[in-house]
């Protein structure tokens, strides 16, 4: 199901949290529909079944295009996260990320696990190819990056959080993120959830969305930017496309400049996961943003999916 959405203006962005949020900016999107959920295993599955698209984990690897890389490394597979055995450096994510040869969308954790039981999952490990492919099958595209936090505000603006500026409102929680402060390590579990939900697990925020704060972080189709344009930013329609133009970079700029090594462009990616923990990554806010090769599909990345409002999507609650 879609939400038709009738955009307007919005103050993007934050300037209270982290560098790269900032400058907060007004910004105004046209009219658009969105996912209510992100895109399941399930309808994945259908998607794969339908067309034999095999996604960027599933493909073999060319040593040419990876010289250093070790040998045993030079296989299909994507980088799961996994606990530590204790308090680590948090400085360090390699402590937490490995790479697992046979991981994929089919195999979330590994050659020896399964999606049979989460088919109302979100569908992970989908690099930004893997994911712009299942939009097209569906006629839709991916968000920009001013559409998906737009949708995400669900109508509150300039709130912390999705559903307002207190975190857990009468006690109750409202995203599935880490549990308890001992991250990557210990979770206390008092979501009921580990690493995935079933999306709609929680809340939906203002607009009727489900999981625009944790669960998984969500490709946007804008160049990653070190921070946002200083200028207002009129994110119109484009007519051609139906998509909203706005503050996206190129894929020069959005080059990673501490690796000049690897020259993989990077996407916005928004929403923040399951592995977001207040002492470590606030990111599950609106306005956070972080960047993703677009190569790189991971245990805790998925998407949702955009188009023009048609007569037959859902306008969002409280519409007429």
């Not at 199901?1 to 790269?20: A, I, N, R």
């Not at 492919?133 to 737009?150: C, D, K, Q, S």
């Not at 995935?196 to 669960?215: E, H, K, Q, R, Y």
């Not at 501490?258 to 207040?278: E, M, N, T, W, Y």
């Amino acid at each position: 199901m879609q939400v038709s959405l009738p955009g307007g203006t919005f103050l993007m962005g934050s300037d209270k949290h982290y560098p790269e949020e900032a400058p907060a900016h007004r910004v105004t999107v046209a009219g658009f529909a969105i996912d209510a959920t992100a895109v399941t295993n399930a309808e994945y599955a259908e998607f794969v079944a339908a067309t034999g698209y095999v996604t960027v984990a599933e493909r073999e690897l060319d040593p040419a295009d990876y010289p250093d890389a070790p040998s045993e490394n030079l296989v299909p597979g994507s980088m799961v996260f996994t606990p530590t055995s204790g308090p680590v450096d948090l400085t360090h994510l390699s402590q937490w990320w490995r790479w697992r040869p046979g991981a994929c969308w089919r195999h979330p954790l590994g050659p020896n696990s399964s999606i049979d039981k989460k088919l109302d999952h979100p569908v992970v490990h989908v690099a930004h190819e893997d994911a712009a492919a299942f939009a097209a099958w569906v006629g839709a595209r991916l968000p920009t990056e001013a559409e998906w936090e737009y949708a995400a505000r669900g109508g509150l603006d300039g709130a912390v959080y999705t559903w307002g500026d207190e975190k857990r409102p009468g006690g109750k929680i409202m995203a599935n993120t880490w549990d308890g402060p001992d991250f990557p390590w210990r979770s206390t579990g008092e979501s009921g959830f580990r690493r995935t939900a079933p999306v709609g697990s929680f809340p939906p925020n203002g607009f009727g969305l489900f999981d625009m704060a944790g669960n998984v972080w969500e490709w946007t189709d804008d160049w990653w930017t070190s921070t946002h344009p200083e200028a207002t930013t009129s994110c119109g329609c484009a007519p051609e496309s139906g998509r909203s133009t706005g503050p996206a970079g190129s894929l020069e700029t959005s080059y990673d400049p501490a690796q000049p090594q690897f020259r993989i462009g990077r996407k916005v990616v928004k929403g923040g996961s399951h592995l977001c923990a207040d002492s470590y990554c606030l990111r599950y806010r609106p306005a956070a943003r972080r960047p993703q090769p677009i190569d790189t599909g991971m245990s805790h990345v998925g998407f949702r999916c955009v188009r023009r409002p048609s007569p037959e999507t859902h306008e969002r609650p409280g519409d007429d």
